[in-house]
């Protein structure tokens, strides 16, 4: 739960808390879920606030990107009571950047007007005028706002997160395609409700294959290397920064890697090499 981390997009995990409740196929084999067998201390449906790790980001002195939350859903509802205090402390650290990922974008429309709201309620107007600001769809330039998509069946989620960017608000959006379980085409060329098209909002996209084991519970569901080739082709010629993650334990077996989960670029094929970060 603390700041080590074996995310190779990020630099260090923030989790305001621990639980999740599961949203679709994309969480068959949820990480947490996985974790939470060997440590049975903690009940994985259950979402509770962290205690020592919960202000974090606060001990860290140096910038650098922050991966928030690995062991729930940020925009899970048992989450709204406290979301305003994860907020103001994403507002006091201005040095560090805040990758917040979720498979629940629906919601976060409705969390913003929430923490806008009780910043007033408890006073502090500083919290208050970054609400503002990014309900009105000026993200804080520290936060990084992404989705994650397994499969094109919820591609929805893309719209939805794009629907909270602003015109010339220019801030990262981002998609993370892991544990990719089935083929994804990006729709970079449609729109979204307010006019753009994906390719001009869409600033990142993580590729990663599913890691497991070939039978239990954790299993891996394949991901073709044609999958990821033909997504990184898609980013590189709309300009999208891409970065591809893992290849996953189907591709890893098939081209015989030593790296179980296929996640050593040096034994990918050259053109897969690709770890880009958006500017
Ligand atoms: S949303 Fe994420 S943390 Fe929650 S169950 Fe799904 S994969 Fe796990």
Sequence with gaps: MGVETAISWTDATWNVARGCTKVDEDCKYCYMYRESLNNTRYNPKAVERTKTVFNLPLRLKEPQRVFTSSLTDFFHEAIDPFRYECFDIIRRCPHLTFQLLTKRPERIHDALRNAYDEAHWYNLPELGNM?????????????????????????QRLFDLLSLAAPRDGGVYFLSLEPMHGEIILPLDEEVDFGPKVKDLLKWVIIGGESGNENGMYRYRPCRLEWIENLVDQCQTAGIAVFVKQLGTHIAKELGLKHRHGADPSEWPEHLRVQQFPV
């Design 131 to 155: 609400m503002f600001d990014w309900k009105n769809g000026r993200m804080p330039k520290n936060v990084w706002l992404g989705t994650s998509i397994g499969s094109q069946s919820s591609i």
